[in-house]
């Protein structure tokens, strides 16, 4: 199966779980994760008419950009360090990890210097509540939000989380509908904030984050199987 055919089979597949749960297909957007994937099998994924990629170390995406068309819309998911932070700003359509004060404290400080007025993130929780993930605990997450009012280049979208790392569907389902409930409550408890986008939802476990409410999916392996890499 070629490349274009496997992109055609995923989206032919969040189509049918999107209408299914009765939700506009079109509301679901998908990024796709392109870590350790080198740049013309990407720009291959751009040829077919994908534009939103998703990278989880800075250097790797600093490298891949140089050799890539200009107009694709970079997403930033992986755990973010602050020294990094300089590289990103400005420099990247989303933000997907944003998860402490202090990255929040240098994301604002970096905009600032670079006079640049918004950057957009989500907050990453970690809902799993698995030590391995990054993320900050549910119950920090609204005092979190509330914090970045004092940082006004900080654009919070909506909220990041990973399943947990398990084939049990119920625990699966039970992280991404406490987000998603988290989600809703924030959007009235924080309206200075937009909550536009809950971004949960992987190769392995994407069907079950549609039908639990999320309008942003990471997908890479069904896409660039590790065998092709």
């Known amino acids: ?18 209408t299914r749960n009765s939700h506009d297909p079109a509301s679901v957007r998908l990024v796709i994760v392109t870590k350790t994937v080198p740049p013309e099998m990407i720009r291959s994924a751009y040829n077919a008419g994908e534009r939103d990629f998703g990278e989880n170390r800075v250097q790797e995406w600093r490298e891949k950009k140089e050799e890539l068309p200009t107009d694709i819309r970079w997403h930033l998911i992986g755990h973010l360090q602050t020294n990094k932070v300089k590289y990103v700003v400005g420099q990247v359509h989303l933000i997907h990890s944003l998860d402490r004060l202090e990255l929040a404290d240098e994301i604002e400080r970096q905009a600032q210097k670079k006079g640049i007025h918004e950057v957009p993130c989500l907050l990453q929780v970690n809902m799993s509540g698995e030590e391995t993930k990054s993320g900050m605990d549910p119950d920090q997450v609204s005092r979190f939000a509330a914090a970045m009012a004092n940082r006004p280049s900080i654009k919070v979208k909506g909220l990041m989380t990973i399943g947990p790392f398990t084939e049990d569907e119920t625990r699966i389902r039970e992280c991404f509908r406490a987000t998603r409930r988290l989600f809703e409550s924030l959007k009235t408890e924080q309206r200075s904030h937009a909550w536009e986008i809950l971004s949960m939802g992987m190769s392995a476990d994407y069907k079950i984050a549609i039908e639990e409410g999320a309008n942003m999916l990471r997908i890479g392996s069904l896409i660039f199987p590790r065998n092709l890499k």
Do not use: G, P, Y
Not at 6 to 14: D, Y
């Open 1 to 18: 199966m070629t490349l274009v055919e496997r992109i055609q089979n995923l989206k032919q597949s969040t189509n049918r779980w999107t």
